[in-house]
């Protein structure tokens, strides 16, 4: 079985300065995917960023990065100079060995708001 | 290119009655995957098809049912709607291939947001 835990259910940041939101996963599969997903209040969830677990060199997207720590199976989500409209949900998720979206699993998400 | 299509966005049903959401993939797509969310339970798996075949199934009873065309169309269906199925549904449209690779990025629709009375 595998778990995401999003310890932080709310941040606050100031606009253009840098956040990072929290992820930590347990599975026991030698190989795994980790995603995060923005969701506005509009109900979409739009891809950021993918770390695959053999990849050597952390994630990034333009302003995301993703901190992968495989010993510490933590996959932080980092945004660079934040935008107003960063603010939204954000949702970190693990696919399994065999791929796809069969079984995904996602964590209880963060709720981010950007302060002008 | 065109993303997923949910229909409809909105939808208000009383309790006992049935329901069927549409989702239209991406063009190419051949999975298509659902998921419920809630306040509660956060963001729950509820079955994925592939090529008009139902590959993994959730945690969640019979009521709740799906089916894929040959263009790749999926419909969900929920029967005897109980307040509890009040939700967003999601749906996620992608390639479907095997492996942990970038390639099974999925994209996501609006969802349908369903209010049980």
């Known amino acids: 079985a595998q778990k995401i835990t999003q310890t932080q259910p709310g941040m606050f940041v100031q606009e253009k300065e840098a956040v990072t939101l929290d992820c930590t996963y347990d599975?026991?599969?030698?190989?795994?995917?980790l995603f995060w997903y923005k969701q506005p209040s509009s109900g979409e969830m739009i891809f950021l960023i993918y770390?695959?677990?053999?990849?050597?060199q952390n994630a990034t997207e333009g302003r995301y990065s993703l901190n992968f720590q495989k010993a510490r199976k933590s996959a932080n989500l980092v945004i660079s100079a934040s935008q107003l409209g960063d603010s939204a949900m954000y949702f970190c998720?693990?696919?399994?060995?065999?791929?796809?979206?069969?079984?995904?699993?996602f964590g209880t998400g963060t709720k981010l708001q950007v302060i002008p | 290119k065109a993303g997923v299509t949910q229909t409809p966005r909105y939808l208000i049903k009383t309790r006992g009655q049935q329901v069927t959401l549409s989702c239209s993939p991406i063009?190419?797509?051949?999975?298509v995957s659902w998921y419920q969310q809630t306040p509660g339970q956060g963001l729950q798996f509820l079955f994925e098809?592939?090529?008009?075949?139902?590959?993994n199934k959730g945690n969640f009873p019979g009521r709740f049912s799906g089916r894929q065309f040959s263009n790749s169309r999926s419909e969900m269906n929920v029967s005897t709607l109980e307040l509890g199925d009040s939700a967003l549904y999601l749906c996620?449209?992608?390639?479907?291939?095997?492996?942990?690779?970038?390639?099974?990025?999925?994209?996501f629709g609006q969802g349908t947001r369903l209010t049980v009375v």
């Open positions: 996620a449209s992608s390639l479907g291939g095997g492996g942990t690779g970038v390639n099974t990025e999925a994209f």
């Open positions: 599975t026991s599969d030698p190989s795994y995917g």
């Open positions: 770390q695959g677990s053999y990849d050597q």
């Open positions: 998720a693990i696919i399994p060995p065999s791929g796809g979206y069969q079984k995904v699993t």
């Open positions: 063009s190419g797509h051949r999975s």
């Open positions: 098809y592939f090529s008009e075949t139902q590959r």
